[in-house]
């Protein structure tokens, strides 16, 4: 056997590192800044999912907070934030609105049926489109909006119980949404 | 206390780990000191031991002062699930990965009297390396025994609803002695690299663990797949996701090591690759460990939230799979034989079994890491499914099948065309068989009937050439292992191809009273009823099944759990040995009406029952005399040292 060829596996594995690490290293970066902070949420015209024929445009939102939640069923992380989302869903009266993401909208009906549907309307963004307007990373990523529709809080990630508690429990209150059990609820959690 | 001195415990035994590492690499030539790092072993095992003991009982008296206690556990679950989350969550799954390891390494010092003393010594310097990265692991990114003093909750989170059911309870134990066990062929390869000496008698002490390592790991893998059809509610049974790519990585690897040890025990050659193999096949377990701990691959962003274990594991993979890589480089060229053999031999198909395998391997590597490169690169996402898969995946299966049905005829080195005749005669009838199918089934695709006559074929050569050599006398254990395992394959592909193909799924709207037809069968649904759990409420629908003269109950489940206020879905399945039905409730309409899932699952179960028979024959060929005589040979040869 040729000597050379001995180290060929290791060459591979090398590659194959160097691909783990940079993804890695994409993950460190949680903190990923958003254009849209402060600025209006972009105009759009979107179906809703499921009922094709019905579409709603930026002007619906406005009037009271809304929380914007880009999700997918390809998505695990998405899954798992779930949970977390019906929490905010059943305690606090802010509306919130799905953006189904590059999805199946079989998949994602199915998927709302199974674990539950924390959402007052679910976008139809199937090839992405609105998602590039948002200028979404990836899912699951969640915006809050003002009253007037301005972005006030940007999430890329999770929602998980410690990112509720710390940052968007406090900014809901600060918006006037009402949480049950009054602001103490959401420190409550262990 | 008690989680106390398992934390105490663990650090006890990465001090023996250290200790074993140390001695046994420098591997001396003292009987003391060999017999020292043998102590080492029983001491890790020990000291795991026990740490695992103290969590599983602050799981059973309900410590909720115990962090990872308070996340997993609940005082209303039933005591087994109390028992089986103590590995329903990353810490406690990495100690009993951790404990099982030790098992592994005791089972090997067990068995150390067939081996050389300064071989035995080496493999368990490796292992113990290992081991110690492991624990130190567990001791400073995911300590199971943190406590949560003072601000200790009530009552614990619950386990997640997914994970309390019996698939739970064994899944994951299985699954971690096939990826742990893949350890010991490693270990092997790189004392058998240390001493510069791979030749037959290693390769068949390598066989048993390989084969062992890979029956289990088969047995994990089949058992997730279950678990995933009758707990997810989809119906599915394989998702291509990447915590399942992972266990299958190290899979593909281990198979094709377990034939390429084959080649090396009975013709001596194959070797660097052999040891390649091994190396490729465990360092496959430590990706999947990286994969599904670090959630690299799942999503980045969950990533964030834990980066130092993720940065632990990749500095112990570099630093295990880099190395072992670099030994592999600097010494494999060593052992190079030149035997040949012709197309029509046993040597030739191996090699295919191994190309198909390496193949696989790189298609689902590349599938798993794509998206993440893609991501590296352009910031985008992609998603690589099943029709990726498939377009590799079904043309692979079938060339392995083909080449597979002439596997039993087949001798090493060279075999006579003329052997093949009877081969050619089961292909006639599974041609007609495999068309007769395909016929009566009338699926879409050629391609199943291909798959399921391929499958006869293999079926067909493999009995008539056991019942062949059954006829002329006994048959090696291991022949029969082998005819057992490649059956397994033959049914599973079988089944694989026919479930996918032949199901029936609805998604319809039922309200009570009402019928419809799936695959000949009358469902009726009769309604739904409230019905209470030991942790959770759930409405259980009734529905009635009939078909022909049979008929009888299903009773799927809409579980409302108290703890964490998760609903979840339970299927209510029919399973049998041709077909499965299958319900799962969906939401509630109005009226009284639900959306209700109803599926037909022909030959599901074969694809589970496929499995088990590979594995079962890999055990079985483990209990071949041949194994067990090399012990007595090695006993009978001290026995005259000590004479002399």
């Given at each position: 056997m040729n000597r050379a060829s001995l180290f060929v596996p290791l060459g591979v594995f090398v590659l194959i590192l160097t691909l783990g690490y940079v993804g890695f290293d994409l993950g460190a970066r949680s903190e990923l800044p958003s254009a849209l902070i402060n600025k209006p949420f972009p105009e759009f015209n979107a179906r809703l999912l499921g009922r094709p024929e019905q579409s709603i445009t930026r002007d619906d939102l406005l009037g009271q907070p809304t929380l914007v939640n880009v999700w997918a069923t390809w998505c695990p992380t998405c899954l798992s934030e779930h949970e977390q989302l019906m929490q905010i869903a059943a305690t606090t009266d802010v509306q919130i609105v799905g953006v189904n993401y590059k999805d199946r909208p079989d998949k994602a009906l199915r998927w709302l049926a199974q674990f539950g549907n924390p959402y007052r309307w679910v976008l139809d963004d199937r090839d992405g489109l609105l998602g590039i307007e948002m200028g979404v990373y990836g899912a699951p990523e969640t915006f809050l909006l003002d009253a007037r529709g301005e972005v006030v809080y940007k999430r890329v990630g999770d929602i998980n119980p410690r990112i509720w508690r710390s940052e968007l429990a406090p900014r809901l209150l600060q918006l006037g949404v009402s949480i049950a059990g009054s602001d103490a609820d959401g420190a409550r959690q262990p | 206390?008690?989680?106390?001195?398992?934390?105490?415990?663990?650090?006890?035994?990465?001090?023996?780990a250290l200790g074993g590492a140390g001695l046994g690499l420098y591997a001396p030539r003292e009987p003391v000191l060999q017999s020292g790092v043998l102590s080492m072993v029983f001491g890790q095992w020990a000291f795991s031991f026990v740490a695992f003991t103290a969590l599983i009982y602050a799981f059973v008296v309900d410590d909720f002062s115990v962090s990872y206690v308070a996340n997993q556990s609940n005082s209303l679950l039933p005591w087994y699930y109390k028992?089986?989350?103590?590995?329903?969550?990353?810490?406690?799954?990495?100690?009993?990965?951790?404990?099982?390891?030790?098992?592994?390494?005791?089972?090997?010092?067990?068995?150390?009297?067939?081996?050389?003393?300064?071989?035995?010594?080496?493999?368990?310097?490796?292992?113990?390396?290992?081991?110690?990265?492991?624990?130190?692991?567990?001791?400073?990114?995911?300590?199971?025994?943190?406590?949560?003093?003072?601000?200790?909750?009530?009552?614990?989170?619950?386990?997640?609803?997914?994970?309390?059911?019996?698939?739970?309870?064994?899944h994951p134990p299985l699954l971690y002695a096939g990826y742990v066990g893949l350890a010991i062929p490693f270990a092997m390869a790189v004392a058998a690299l240390l001493e510069g000496r791979v030749d037959a008698t290693w390769a068949r002490w390598c066989r048993t663990w390989a084969n062992m390592a890979w029956a289990l790991l088969t047995c994990g893998i089949a058992l997730g797949s279950w678990w995933a059809y009758y707990e997810l509610?989809?119906?599915?049974?394989?998702?291509?996701?990447?915590?399942?790519?992972?266990?299958?990585?190290?899979?593909?690897?281990?198979?094709?090591?377990?034939?390429?040890?084959?080649?090396?025990?009975?013709?001596?050659?194959?070797?660097?690759?052999?040891?390649?193999?091994?190396?490729?096949?465990?360092?496959?377990?430590?990706?999947?460990?990286?994969?599904?701990?670090?959630?690299?691959?799942?999503?980045?962003?969950?990533?964030?939230?834990?980066?130092?274990?993720?940065?632990?594991?990749?500095?112990?993979?570099?630093?295990v799979v880099g190395g072992s890589l670099s030994l592999y480089a600097a010494r494999a060229g060593q052992n190079t034989a030149k035997v040949g053999y012709e197309v029509l031999s046993r040597e030739f198909f191996m090699l295919v079994n191994n190309v198909i395998m390496v193949v696989s391997l790189a298609v689902v590597l590349w599938g798993t890491l794509a998206p993440i490169g893609y991501e590296a690169i352009t910031g985008g996402r992609i998603s690589i499914g099943t029709p990726f898969f498939n377009a590799f995946f079904v043309p692979l299966g079938l060339m392995l099948l083909g080449a597979l049905a002439l596997v039993p005829v087949l001798n090493w080195k060279r075999t006579r065309a003329q052997v093949l005749a009877s081969v050619y005669q089961a292909l006639g009838v599974s041609v007609l068989l495999g068309g007769l199918i395909w016929f009566a089934l009338d699926p879409a695709s050629l391609l199943v009937a291909g798959a399921v006559g391929l499958s006869v074929w293999v079926v067909l050569t493999h009995a008539r050439q056991l019942w062949f050599r059954l006829g002329k006398g006994s048959v090696p254990a291991a022949y029969i292992g082998m005819t057992l395992a490649h059956l397994g394959f033959a049914m599973g592909t079988a089944g694989i191809s026919i479930t996918a193909t032949q199901s029936v799924e609805s998604d319809v709207r039922m309200s009570p009273q009402s019928s419809i037809v799936l695959a000949g069968q009358q469902v009726t649904f009769t309604g739904v009823i409230d019905v209470l759990g030991p942790n959770y409420g759930a409405q259980q629908g009734i529905f009635i099944v009939t078909d022909g003269d049979r008929s009888y109950e299903l009773r799927p489940e809409k579980r409302q759990y108290f703890a964490g206020g998760n609903t979840m879905t339970e299927a209510?399945?029919?399973?049998?040995?041709?077909?499965?039905?299958?319900?799962?409730?969906?939401?509630?309409?109005?009226?009284?009406?639900?959306?209700?899932?109803?599926?037909?699952?022909?030959?599901?179960?074969?694809?589970?029952?496929?499995?088990?028979?590979?594995?079962?024959?890999?055990?079985?060929?483990?209990?071949?005399?041949?194994?067990?005589?090399?012990?007595?040979?090695?006993?009978?040869r001290q026995g005259e040292v000590t004479l002399s």
């Open positions: - | 206390m008690i989680p106390e001195l398992g934390n105490f415990a663990l650090v006890l035994a990465s001090v023996l028992v089986s989350a103590a590995w329903g969550g990353h810490e406690g799954s990495f100690l009993l990965w951790i404990l099982i390891m030790g098992t592994w390494m005791l089972a090997f010092a067990l068995r150390s009297d067939q081996y050389p003393d300064r071989f035995t010594t080496r493999v368990l310097g490796v292992l113990s390396l290992l081991n110690l990265g492991f624990i130190c692991f567990a001791l400073f990114t995911s300590n199971p025994f943190l406590r949560l003093i003072p601000l200790s909750p009530a009552d614990g989170a619950d386990l997640n609803p997914l994970l309390q059911d019996f698939g739970l309870i064994v509610g989809w119906g599915g049974w394989w998702f291509w996701d990447p915590v399942e790519n992972a266990s299958f990585m190290p899979w593909l690897a281990a198979t094709a090591l377990v034939h390429s040890l084959s080649v090396t025990e009975n013709r001596g050659t194959f070797k660097s690759w052999t040891l390649l193999l091994a190396i490729t096949a465990f360092s496959f377990s430590l990706l999947g460990a990286f994969i599904v701990r670090s959630g690299v691959l799942t999503s980045v962003h969950s990533f964030a939230v834990d980066p130092e274990r993720g940065m632990y594991i990749l500095t112990f993979l570099a630093l209510g399945i029919s399973a049998g040995f041709l077909a499965d039905t299958y319900i799962s409730l969906g939401e509630p309409l109005e009226g009284g009406a639900w959306a209700v899932r109803a599926h037909y699952k022909p030959l599901v179960r074969w694809v589970w029952l496929g499995a088990l028979l590979m594995a079962f024959g890999g055990i079985l060929a483990v209990f071949d005399k041949r194994y067990a005589r090399q012990r007595r040979r090695q006993e009978a």
